[in-house]
């Protein structure tokens, strides 16, 4: 019998980068265990030798390329690495999570269509840093999550999905935040298993699920 034929098609093959806490990493780990991933996370990048994330990585038995910014002079010389682990483990999407660096040419185009990042606002509203807290201040009654493709900009890349939270009279900055990182778990591993399953149409900025 053939491998084909026993069913083992190459699994699809995803890279996690992240920089601090790791809680939407943590929700791709606990899908692929509960069998709702479609997707192998074959290696964690992180740019914080001590950062909880790299912790949930070695617990998971997920490989780490973990690296200090201040140890190169250009950032294309340690994306040069990154992308030479990427091509070694066969990465199909880059999924940003909470990654704190900008990324150079030599990693967006080398990925252009298959990279993705979730940020906590519905964008274009509150792109950079601090978007809750943003939302919070502006007052804004709702706010929620995109996930988008990266571009070379910041938070400016095709809108993937959108999940909406509406901010209530009783809400505080603390249960906005914990509102936000739920449809952060609900989504993001929804759209993995988009890319995964081949759904995901790019034309432009127009991005369709079919
Ligand atoms: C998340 O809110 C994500 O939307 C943003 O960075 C945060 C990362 O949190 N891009 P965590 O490290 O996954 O807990």
């Given at each position: 019998?053939?491998e ?75 994306e040069?690495e ?8 066969g ?15 030599v990693?967006?185009?080398a ?19 601090d ?30 999905a ?49």
């Amino acid at each position: 019998m053939t491998e084909q034929s026993l069913g083992s098609a190459r699994p699809f093959r995803i890279a996690v980068f992240a920089s601090g806490q790791g809680s939407n990493f943590q929700t791709l780990i606990d899908s692929s265990r509960e069998g709702t991933l479609g997707a192998e996370i074959v290696l964690l990048v992180c740019n914080k030798p001590e950062a909880p994330v790299v912790e949930r990585a070695r617990r998971a038995g997920v490989d780490c390329f973990v690296f200090e910014r201040k140890s190169y002079s250009r950032r294309e010389d340690y994306e040069a690495e990154i992308a030479e682990e990427l091509a070694r483990r066969g990465v199909d999407l880059i999924v940003l999570a909470g990654y704190m660096l900008l990324l150079t040419p030599v990693l967006v185009e080398a990925y252009q269509g298959r990279m993705i990042n979730i940020h906590p606002s519905l964008l274009p509203s509150f792109p950079g840093k601090d978007a809750i807290g943003q939302a919070w201040e502006y007052g804004v009654k709702l706010t929620g999550v995109t996930v988008h493709l990266v571009d070379g900009g910041m938070d400016t890349g095709p809108v993937i999905a959108q999940k909406a939270v509406e901010i209530d009279p009783e809400d505080t900055i603390e249960t906005l935040e914990e509102k936000i990182h739920s449809a952060e778990r609900d989504l993001y591993p929804q759209v993995v298993n988009w890319f995964a399953d081949g759904k995901v149409r790019i034309e432009g900025r127009s991005i369709t699920i079919s």
